[in-house]
């Protein structure tokens, strides 16, 4: 099973300023294939980054993504008021289908 | 537009059973392959079971291999999961995901949930 590891663990920032959140697997991610989402309280979460760095459908192109092998990062370039929330990331290249644990993004 | 709604969910004894249906609109549901994935309550997200397009491959959690099982009907646009053998561990909202492409699974579209109580 593929273990991902998200750092920080929580990311306390401002509107405006730059977010850089990590997601390390414990072996390399087939194809690269990893996806981000976004799930604030209440909701159901929503893809954001897919194939590592493929923007969702409809996503703002302040969110970007990068990586490969075993480390991922996701960029959001400018914190919006609504970009507070937790994020999390998925590898799909080999069953298991794991997520890990997820970072809080908050003010 | 794309809409997946779960049922099914509720309060259940240790040991018991349940089974969770998602109805899937507003795609052509056999085109897709389909996932289940819960989130117990203040806890992250966790993979359950995906299964693919014509049902040739079925992927499942080893927290739940041999209690759950993932079934679909194509002719009914509908997932399924059923839960035996269900551990105070289980409870959760259990959600309907697509996975958009072709062997890939990642999840594009997600129901509302269904919570899933395991409680004497």
């Known amino acids: 099973e593929i273990v991902l590891t998200q750092s920080p663990g929580t990311l306390s920032l401002s509107p405006g300023e730059r977010a850089t959140l990590s997601c390390r697997a414990s072996q390399s991610v087939t194809s690269s294939f990893l996806a981000w989402y976004q799930q604030k309280p209440g909701q159901t979460p929503r893809l954001l980054i897919y194939?590592?760095?493929s923007r969702a459908t409809g996503i703002p192109d302040r969110f970007s993504g990068s990586g490969s092998g075993t480390d991922f990062t996701l960029t959001i370039s400018r914190l919006e008021p609504e970009d507070f929330a937790v994020y999390y990331c998925q590898q799909y290249g080999t069953s298991p289908f794991t997520f890990g644990p997820g970072t809080k993004v908050d003010i | 537009e794309v809409q997946l709604v779960e049922s099914g969910g509720g309060l259940v004894k240790p040991g018991g059973s349940l089974r969770l249906s998602c109805a899937a609109s507003g795609f052509i549901f056999s085109g897709y392959s389909m996932n289940w994935v819960r989130q117990a309550p203040g806890k992250g997200l966790e993979w359950v079971s995906s299964i693919s397009r014509s049902s040739d491959y079925i992927y499942q959690a080893d927290s739940v291999k041999g209690r759950f099982t993932i079934s679909r009907d194509n002719a009914k646009n509908s997932m399924y999961l059923q839960m035996d053998s269900l551990r105070a561990e289980d409870t959760a909202v259990y959600y309907c995901?697509?996975?958009?492409?072709?062997?890939?699974?990642?999840?594009?579209?997600w129901g509302q949930g269904t919570l899933v109580t395991v409680s004497s």
């Open positions: 194939a590592a760095s």
């Open positions: 995901a697509r996975s958009p492409g072709v062997g890939t699974y990642y999840f594009d579209y």
